[in-house]
């Protein structure tokens, strides 16, 4: 039975992967005949190329999306919450540093998943500066920016953005557990005991369907802010001049990567909400660097996660913590606009 369940999920993921490319081949030719010729707008005028824009952009992100949360929810089959936190307790602190990072990378946790997580990790030993390096990873160098950055930018600018943040990952662990800051961790914290639940492996049938399910839980919470996104980046495209955005984000404003920090810690969206919008900067003029650094303040260091770490930080702590992961991302969006200026 469940070897037959298996062929049939197969031949089903066969037969969608091959209508995902063809349907993503056809994008760009479609949204432009939708947008000139169906629609009847004018090529190169305002209207026209920001339609075009969110034609073509809404289902190609929306593609890249179901994609990748299908594969997200497969992984979650293998990092659950209480299987990271055994894999991290007893580690060298600097190694635990290296492969909490790395774990933030692989596993599907956001900001929402804090403050459990959090407390799962202190309370079974794991170092404070540890548990940091994968707060910082898990909502930074998550599944979906780095998929959405692949598709968008090519494999250049998403493998300096992994390797980028990974790094901000890893000193801001390192430096906020060479500064023994625990005392301004809640007490309470550390007076809840670890569980620890008893975890079954799935099977692979089981596991494709979790694909499945994460494709319709997380696509249908997430794709409103998609669309609001892609609308946002296209009216960005058609309308905003290119001169004055260059002025404002552009390589030769020097205070433009610490201001686009700043405009993004107060937004929250998710990665792909975001991109869509960089994508959009970057077409007007604006550096590299700099709208990299606006999205990762949005996706890494966001008002509302802060919000949800209060309940466990003392206000010291927070500040510590946002503004060390504020100076890596100012100092990578600077280091970009140098290597691609």
Not at 64 to 82: A, N, Q, S
Not at 150 to 161: D, E, I, P, Q, S
Not at 232 to 257: K, N
Not at 318 to 338: C, D, H, P, S
Request: net charge neutral; charged share 15%; aromatic share 12%.
């Amino acid at each position: 039975m469940e070897s037959n369940q298996l062929k049939r999920q197969i031949l089903w993921l066969i037969s969608a992967s091959v209508l995902w490319v063809v349907a993503y081949i056809c994008l760009e030719p479609l949204s432009r005949w939708a947008a000139f010729e169906l629609l009847g707008l004018a090529e190169g005028s305002h209207l026209g190329e920001a339609v075009a824009f969110f034609l073509l952009d809404v289902p190609k992100v929306m593609l890249l999306l179901v994609i990748v949360v299908f594969g997200v929810g497969i992984v979650r089959t293998f990092f659950t919450p209480e299987r990271t936190r055994r894999f991290l307790v007893g580690r060298r602190e600097l190694t635990g540093n290296i492969f909490a990072a790395l774990l933030g990378v692989v596993t599907p946790f956001c900001s929402c998943s804090a403050v459990p997580l959090f407390i799962g990790f202190v309370t079974a030993g794991v170092p404070l500066g540890v548990t940091f390096s994968f707060l910082v990873a898990a909502p930074m160098v998550n599944e979906v920016a780095v998929v959405l950055l692949f598709g968008l930018f090519g494999w250049k600018v998403t493998l300096l953005y992994i390797s980028t943040g990974l790094f901000i990952a890893l000193v801001s662990g390192w430096i906020i557990g060479r500064l023994k800051l625990e005392k301004w961790v809640e007490k309470w914290v550390y007076e809840n005991q670890a569980s620890t639940t008893n975890e079954d492996d799935p099977t692979w049938p089981e596991r494709i369907d979790a694909g499945v399910l994460a494709v319709r839980e997380i696509v249908g919470k997430v794709w409103l802010y998609v669309i609001l996104g892609i609308a946002v980046g296209a009216g960005i495209h058609g309308y905003v001049p290119e001169g004055w955005m260059a002025s404002v984000m552009g390589r030769g404003a020097w205070w433009s990567v610490p201001a686009a920090v700043v405009i993004g810690v107060p937004l929250y969206s998710n990665a792909a909400g975001i991109i869509p919008i960089v994508q959009a900067l970057l077409g007007k003029g604006a550096a590299l660097g700099t709208a990299l650094a606006f999205m990762m303040a949005v996706i890494g260091i966001s008002l509302p996660e802060a919000v949800i770490l209060r309940r466990v930080l003392r206000p010291q702590l927070l500040a510590v913590f946002f503004g060390i992961v504020a100076v890596g991302i100012i100092a990578v969006g600077y280091f970009f606009n140098l290597v691609f200026g």
